[in-house]
């Protein structure tokens, strides 16, 4: 697609239940982030992907949350047994490679609210 | 946290006038990049600043870069109610150069 691809939109949940986020980069682009961002606050990182593999998960907040992805392309987050605090918007990024690509593309986001 | 902090956290102005947003970080970067997101969803990305430039532009857009203060700001010249938006540097440190890190943001009003 033309640009970075998320869905659902947004998702309602009940607590304790598991919910799968998607995101399908920009095609291409190697390089895929999940950053989350609470309600008036600013970006914080979860997993960056290079490929399939992720050099960098440093970012994810407890064992709950996982990511992967497969193919180079589309990747998913799951976040298992959700709780009230992971209500926020999940937004998910890419960019291409080299030096020459260093910015990121952003899908417009998963805002998921966990009640 | 290696965030960095941006201020001011809010700023209004009026149609016409300039906005400056200031940036701070805590350790040495390979570049800072500034981006703007409109109604809390997707970010777009707005310039560029490598460690060894000073100055740069684009349009409306000036970015400044100080490497011996690690700060930084954009200004806005000029400004529409369109530039209405929460405007985020952020910044990829040496040695994590994958990895951007945002700044808290800087909420612009412009007015009418």
């Known amino acids: 697609g033309a640009g970075v691809s998320q869905s659902p939109s947004n998702k309602v949940t009940e607590k304790g239940k598991d919910v799968e986020l998607r995101c399908d980069p920009i095609s291409g682009h190697t390089a895929l982030y999940w950053y989350r961002q609470s309600l008036g606050q600013g970006l914080e990182f979860l997993i960056y992907f290079q490929g399939n593999s992720a050099p960098d998960k440093s970012g994810l907040p407890s064992d709950r949350f996982s990511a992967e992805r497969t193919g180079g392309s589309v990747s998913t987050l799951t976040i298992q047994r959700t709780q009230q605090e992971d209500s926020a918007v999940y937004l998910c990024?890419?960019?291409?490679?080299?030096?020459?690509?260093?910015?990121?593309?952003f899908g417009s986001g998963t805002q998921l609210s966990v009640l | 946290s290696q965030q960095g902090e941006e201020d001011p956290q809010a700023l209004s102005i009026q149609e016409g006038e300039n906005a400056t947003m200031n940036c701070s970080y805590k350790t040495s970067i390979n570049n800072l990049q500034w981006y703007r997101q409109n109604s809390g969803r997707g970010l777009v990305h707005l310039i560029l600043?490598?460690?060894?430039?000073r100055e740069k532009h684009s349009g409306r857009l000036r970015v400044t870069l100080d490497t011996s203060k690690k700060s930084s700001s954009l200004l806005i010249t000029a400004s529409r109610a369109a530039d209405t938006a929460s405007y985020f540097c952020a910044t990829a440190y040496t040695g994590t150069a994958s990895k951007l890190t945002f700044g808290t943001g800087t909420r612009l009003q412009v007015t009418l």
């Open positions: 990024a890419s960019r291409g490679q080299g030096s020459a690509n260093e910015k990121l593309f």
């Open positions: 600043i490598r460690s060894n430039e």
